[in-house]
RNA sequence: GCUUAUGUGGCUCAGUGGUAGAGCACUUCCUUGGUAAGGAAGAGGUCGGGGGUUCAAUUCCCCUCAUAAGCUCCA
């Protein structure tokens, strides 16, 4: 007898060589039924695994979750669950076309792909088909085997099969790598698993995509095509999540920004956003709000050209690492570049005095409009554009600052952050291929970009090789409607260009020395913000940032002179006001301003003229009843200048 | 840039090998209406661009541009 722990302390007796499939069936029926895969002393487990010795035992389900760091690890037994979906997809697949290569098809954050390499171009109408194939697999039930070869015999196999792919891989793993492939009916995968008992599990899936992949995600390698889907044990499960998804792409900030009228990108100009009326009001609000706080943390502010010497470029280091993104012009016979960030500019500005370590740390921001050719592929909305404004500063200091100054970016980023109720992750991007200057740098700078994570105690995830040329950064990663991150804010630590530049300040010796420099945005690109801003609060934006703060709505003839001494009112107190005066019903009108996301409405009819107030409609509150003109300009000069995020 | 889609009036979309339709928006008129669409009439498009096949192309084919999802790359 053998004797099983379970999570919540108590312990069972089961004879040796038991399922844990059946320990899960007699521990409840319910949880048995529910059963994805187990964690046997803490690791993931098929159902399917024998036990022979005494274990801890926690049966997991489709929504058991685990607060760990990583989110892929949240909910193990999804990723159980897709992954044996991923495989039914590939066995469909190898049915209905079966010269099809089979690669890889892992479960991701949500749902699963899989790639193959098909020796006829894969169109999406094809998705049906596979769909149905792969909902007649669930039928069959097929249970799932788990079996290890040697190396030879596994690459034998695998010959026999034609998996070429397969056999690459094998060649790749560690000699003492163990060799597991999954059976479920005819179709066999090499495949570490961990896998569901039986197809027969899947009640409900759904093929979403179909999209190319790069083999071995390299860019010189064959182009693969890869599958995407989504599965569930229940079917509401999946409809809710279509639901979601549906919901989600109505706070899209390219459909919102152009319904609203914030900003627009034509064809004339890939890449190239038009910002219109509405939008420069955020921008503005954004901007003024950031001069504020920069000027209270001790930061001056610069302008440099967008248009400068290819001479300069070359001494950066940009010509090298950078150039195929660089946009260029002639200019009296000479090269000149469209700077694709700011730093160039703002050390030729350090560069024009000498300075003392009395006037370190020096903080010189710029709200610099940069240039960069993006592949056309790349291009999203305002998230990825070809130009757009990085709110940068440099800050130039010496090696005892370096963590004082990271501290107080870090500060910085949490205010701003935080009166949007956003929440970031943060990554640290180490060294990457194409750099320069010494290990020794590199690593002194990593380490001291470690040393403030770890001091203020915060959670990051390491980004190998994604560095910028001149040095390691952290990155703040904010996520869209969707779910897909993108990143904002940086900080990023720079030996190099100081070097370059022959930088200097002289010390309390008299003598001349090396300053550092810290690269950082806040917002990161401005358009890049607003656009998360947009879908962050589909675009129904705080008060300090919505275009139009108020709209007058006279109810009819009578009350539009009033309606207008009102709007003047408003306008004089420093509010974004708007009257309709449009001959239509009161009702078309709320309708109209509500749908433009306006914050307060105000109804204004013959008994507001007679008794001097305001009726005030909000937003999302409805109405709000009537007040006093000076009560409720109180009431919102207040939100406006807390920036008060609660109403 | 690559893979797969898409591209029809300002917007959202229908449609067809014989030179186009709806709703919203727009213009004019009627309606003066109290918390999410009052009514009527009208104007507006050489169907992304170029080439080819055809008696005839918005519809079929090729090229190209843009957009979307993903890959690669990045703020």
């Known amino acids: 007898m053998i004797t099983v722990t379970l999570k919540d302390g108590t312990k069972k007796e089961y004879e040796e060589g038991i399922t844990i499939q059946n320990i899960a069936k007699s521990i409840s029926q319910g949880l048995g039924k529910s059963a994805i895969c187990a964690k046997v002393n803490g690791e993931i487990t098929d159902l399917t695994n024998t036990v022979d010795e005494d274990i801890n035992l926690e049966i997991l389900t489709f929504d058991t979750e685990y607060n760990e760091k990583e989110p892929e690890d949240a909910f193990p037994a999804r990723r159980v669950f897709w992954h044996t979906t991923a495989h039914i997809l590939a066995q469909a697949v190898k049915r209905l076309y079966p010269d099809v290569k089979l690669t890889i098809g892992p479960p991701i954050d949500k749902g699963f792909y899989y790639d193959f390499e098909f020796q006829n171009p894969f169109s999406a109408d094809d998705l049906a088909k596979v769909e149905k194939e792969m909902q007649k697999i669930v039928k069959e039930n097929l249970s799932l085997k788990r079996f290890v070869l040697p190396r030879n015999e596994a690459i034998e196999l695998m010959k026999k099969r034609g998996e070429s792919y397969k056999i690459e891989l094998i060649d790749s793993l560690p000699e003492d790598e163990e060799l597991s492939f999954y059976e479920q009916g005819e179709f066999i995968d090499l495949c570490v698993g961990k896998h569901l008992p ?68 034509y064809e004339e100009g890939p890449g190239f956003p038009f910002f219109l009326p509405k939008g420069m009001v955020i921008r503005n609000q954004l901007e003024d709000f950031w001069r504020i706080e920069h000027e209270k943390a001790g930061y001056l502010e610069i302008r440099t050209p967008i248009i400068l010497n290819e001479e300069l470029w070359k001494r950066s280091g940009h010509y090298d690492h950078y150039k195929d993104n660089m946009y260029s012009t002639i200019i009296d016979e000479e090269i000149y570049r469209v700077k694709p960030m700011n730093c160039p500019g703002a050390l030729l500005v350090y560069k024009s005095k000498l300075h003392s370590y009395r006037d370190l740390p020096k903080r010189v921001g710029e709200l610099g409009l940069v240039h960069r050719h993006e592949l056309s592929g790349a291009l999203h909305g305002l998230m990825r554009v070809r130009c757009f404004t990085q709110d940068d500063a440099h800050i130039f200091m010496m090696p005892e600052h370096i963590k004082d100054e990271i501290k107080g970016v870090f500060e910085l980023i949490d205010k701003f952050y935080s009166i949007f109720g956003f929440t970031y992750k943060i990554e640290l991007s180490t060294r990457p291929e194409n750099s320069m200057g010494s290990d020794e740098d590199w690593e002194m700078a990593t380490n001291s970009l470690k040393e403030a994570l ?78 998360i801003l947009t879908e962050h609060f589909a675009a129904a934006f705080p008060l300090w940032l919505s275009p139009v703060q108020i709209k007058i709505l006279p109810v009819s003839h009578s009350s539009y002179e009033y309606s207008k001494k009102i709007s003047e009112e408003f306008i004089k107190s420093g509010f974004r006001t708007q009257i309709d005066i449009r001959n239509e019903k009161i009702g078309f009108k709320i309708r109209e301003a509500q749908l433009s996301k306006i914050p307060y409405m105000l109804i204004i009819g013959d008994k507001e003229v007679e008794q001097n107030t305001i009726t005030v409609r909000s937003l999302r509150g409805g109405d709000l009843g009537t007040y006093s003109l000076y009560d409720f300009i109180q009431k919102i000069t207040k939100e406006n200048t807390n920036k008060d995020l609660t109403n």
């Open 454 to 531: 770890f001091d203020m105690g915060r959670d990051y995830k390491i980004n190998e090789g994604d560095g910028a040329f001149y040095g390691p950064k952290i990155d703040f990663h904010l996520e869209d409607s969707i779910g897909r991150t993108w990143q904002c804010g940086t900080i990023q630590l720079d030996f190099q260009m100081p070097e370059r530049f022959d930088l200097t300040y002289i010390g309390s010796d008299n003598e001349k020395h090396r300053p550092i420099m810290i690269h950082r945005v806040i917002y990161g690109s401005v358009e890049r913000f607003i656009g």
């Open 198 to 265: 039986s197809t027969g599990m899947v009640k409900s899936l759904k093929l979403l995509s179909v999209a190319g992949a790069y083999w071995r995600a390299d860019q010189s390698n064959t182009m693969l095509t890869r599958i995407y889907g989504i599965s569930y044990p229940k079917k509401e499960l999946l409809d809710a999540y279509l639901n979601r998804l549906e919901e989600a792409k109505k706070r899209d900030h390219r459909k919102l920004g152009k319904e609203l009228e914030l900003f627009d990108i």
